[in-house]
């Protein structure tokens, strides 16, 4: 159960295998950078898979507001937003 609510988006496809791997394989990667920049004292330490699933909300939060504002927007600039939100916070400026 605790998977389903954390990769599953409700694609039921040929696809969904590869895709669901290879969201797999990027959050593990993710999880190691995090790890590495806690004991470098870059980031809080916070539990690492905390912090992995808030910077992979944000992010998906950053893909949501690009598609819903029908705006064009390069995927940097998606990223940037995501980044920005995460290092630096929502509550000043970056």
Known sequence: MRDRTLFDWGLDSRFAP???QHYLDERRHLLTLL???IAEGEIQDQDPE???Q?????LQASLRAMHRSGR???AEACVDRALACLLHGIGGRP
């Open 35 to 37: 790890e590495a920049a």
């Open 72 to 74: 064009k927007e390069s």
């Open 18 to 20: 590869k895709l669901r």
């Open 54 to 58: 808030v910077a992979l909300d944000i």
């Open 50 to 52: 905390f912090l992995a």
